[in-house]
């Protein structure tokens, strides 16, 4: 009966708060109902920290979505709320496995006890067989009769056909009702979330250490090969990355005398070709330390040396940050720039893990979920805060406009354009930029429904109605 | 998976390939156009589209039908119907970001 309630609810709330309309305050109304409504089916797991954890990112990106509705706001949520009933499903779970316990939950959540047999199927019972003919029959054969006898009756009683030509249906919307059967289905799917049995149970009993193996001396002696190997390629990359920092030193002091275009090319094609070079670097290591090698017990010129190139990795960050900060300085903030400097964030923490691993002979698995995590724990945040409000801020008290690009910033940064007295001019759109999304449209983005509510919209809208008619 | 799929009876377990097999072809099909955007793959995604239409309709009847005159538990039949109509959401989204670059 709870269940059925659940479902019902969940169905006509989604209907109510998403057809036709654009993501706004429904986002955060409907992730409290979920919240809800998985405290009611699962109370015993509700106080745990990766549930309180998920549950707090879920509701704070639904609220990001109303304040500012960027796309990466709109992509945290997702993410956020996949991850939540991932955690219902199995709360002592690595997050990539949370992923897919709740992409699994949301598409075939209702098709569980059918997967795993935990209810015998009913075939070959005839009562079941006779009581579907029986049902099509019960609604059919009425339906059709009542159908004729309706025709029959309204061509042969004027009274009865007007009553008919009264009746309105228009007010019915198949489209509304299909959306709540959806949210219905979707409902049923997560209301009692379930995980993977067999891919979460291989998580939870994977462990973060490496495990030493009792070798032979045939073996032992493999090992120590490839320990050598390890240490030699590791000495020339060393050595290599050396010949290359010294380079990035001479760039980065004779960066004054050159002309944007070469500083924008060393921006743009160096900073992706290091980001790929360190990021491969951690690939290295973690091939090289994946197994018995960090057992030998005279390794430990080949930890110094690995130290030493996360080091020298860790300067080729600052470095590229260096270069892009002076890119920033000349030219003004953007998107891809931020991400530049999120990206960098990232391969500090992706070094750092890496440290941890060596040292504490870690394995692979350790470095997918810490460096995940993390990951995901930085997008969560990137998505709270309203960047295009900040890029804009920057570069017109930083002189640094460039027109096409703040407009195709819009609506995000409409309340800063406005404070600066650009939004009337920028809004028009008519600088000739390609956009990839829809053109900014204020008499729709404006004109919203309460299920829409976002923040920038109405603080417009109430900058219009102020306006002297 | 392959335990799963052998439990299912074969109309059901064929089915299922199937659409797993049309799934397959229109994701690589649709991840070598926005990798390459190379206009031909257009085309090739529209044919795959077609034929996974006809096949999983065909399919979608002999499921509908098998139900109806009870061959089939109420579960396996709407998992399969299910998964064949799973197909349209996903051509759907697929088209709709593959027209985004055109």
Redesign the interface.
């Known amino acids: 009966m709870k269940k059925t309630i659940i479902i019902t609810v969940g169905g006509l709330l989604f209907a109510s708060l998403f057809y036709t309309q654009s993501l706004g305050i429904n986002a955060l109304l409907y992730s409290t109902f979920l919240m809800v409504a998985l405290a009611i089916s699962r109370k015993e797991i509700l106080l745990k920290s990766s549930i309180i954890f998920s549950g707090i990112a879920m509701l704070s990106s639904a609220v990001a979505i109303s304040v500012h509705g960027s796309a990466w706001s709109i992509a945290a949520y997702f993410l956020s709320t996949l991850m939540y009933i991932g955690y219902v499903a199995s709360y002592r779970s690595s997050i990539y496995v949370s992923w897919l316990n709740g992409f699994y939950n949301a598409v075939f959540g209702i098709f569980h006890s059918f997967f795993y047999q935990l209810e015998p199927p009913k075939i070959g019972e005839p009562k079941k067989k006779i009581a579907t003919g029986q049902v099509i029959k019960l609604i059919g054969i009425p339906s059709v009769l009542v159908v004729v006898f309706t025709v029959l009756y309204r061509s042969s009683n004027p009274v009865f056909q007007k009553a008919l030509t009264a009746i309105d249906f228009s007010f019915i919307d198949m489209l509304w009702i299909f959306t709540a059967v959806l949210g219905a289905f979707i409902m049923a799917n997560i209301h009692d979330p379930q995980p993977i049995k067999e891919v979460t149970a291989r998580d939870q009993n994977y462990p973060n250490q490496l495990v030493p193996n009792a070798l032979n001396d045939l073996q032992l002696k493999s090992v120590a090969n490839e320990s050598q190997i390890g240490f030699i390629s590791i000495l020339c990359l060393n050595i290599l990355l050396c010949l290359v920092l010294i380079t990035e030193i001479l760039f980065l002091t004779s960066i004054t005398d050159l002309e944007a275009r070469i500083l924008s090319d060393a921006v743009h094609q160096g900073v992706y070709a290091s980001i790929v070079s360190i990021v491969l670097a951690l690939g290295v290591i973690a091939f090289i330390f994946r197994g018995d090698v960090n057992f030998l017990k005279n390794n430990q010129k080949l930890r110094t040396l690995t130290y030493i190139w996360i080091g020298l990795n860790a300067l080729l960050v600052v470095s590229i940050c260096i270069k892009n900060y002076i890119y920033i300085q000349d030219h003004g903030l953007t998107h891809k720039r931020i991400g530049v400097m999120v990206y960098l964030f990232l391969t500090i923490i992706g070094l750092f893990t890496t440290y941890l691993k060596v040292t504490h002979r870690l394995n692979f698995v350790y470095l997918l979920r810490r460096n995940m995590a993390v990951g995901y724990v930085i997008i969560a945040i990137y998505a709270l805060i309203n960047w295009s409000a900040i890029i804009t801020d920057h570069n017109i008290k930083a002189d640094k406009i460039d027109q096409s690009y703040l407009e195709s910033l819009l609506p995000q940064n409409a309340l800063v354009l406005k404070e600066q007295g650009l939004y009337d001019l920028y809004s028009q759109q008519k600088s000739g930029y390609r956009y990839y999304s829809d053109p900014y449209n204020e008499a729709i983005f404006i004109n919203r429904n309460w299920q829409e509510f976002n923040w920038i919209a109405h603080q417009l809208g109430l900058d219009h109605e102020d306006l002297p008619q | 998976m392959k335990t ?1 799929l052998n ?1 299912l009876q074969k109309q059901n377990r064929i089915s299922v390939q199937l659409a797993g097999i049309s799934f397959a072809a229109e994701t690589l099909d649709f991840l070598l156009y926005v990798a390459s955007d190379y206009e031909p793959f257009i085309s090739v995604g529209l044919g795959i589209l077609l034929l996974a239409f006809l096949i999983n309709a065909v399919m979608f009847l002999i499921v509908m039908a098998n139900f ?1 005159l ?7 039949a ?2 399969t119907i ?1 998964i064949l109509l ?1 197909h349209i959401p996903i051509a759907v989204l697929y088209s709709y970001i593959a027209l ?1 670059f055109v």
């Open positions: 799963f439990r109806f009870g061959f089939v538990p109420f579960k396996e709407l998992f299910y799973l985004q």
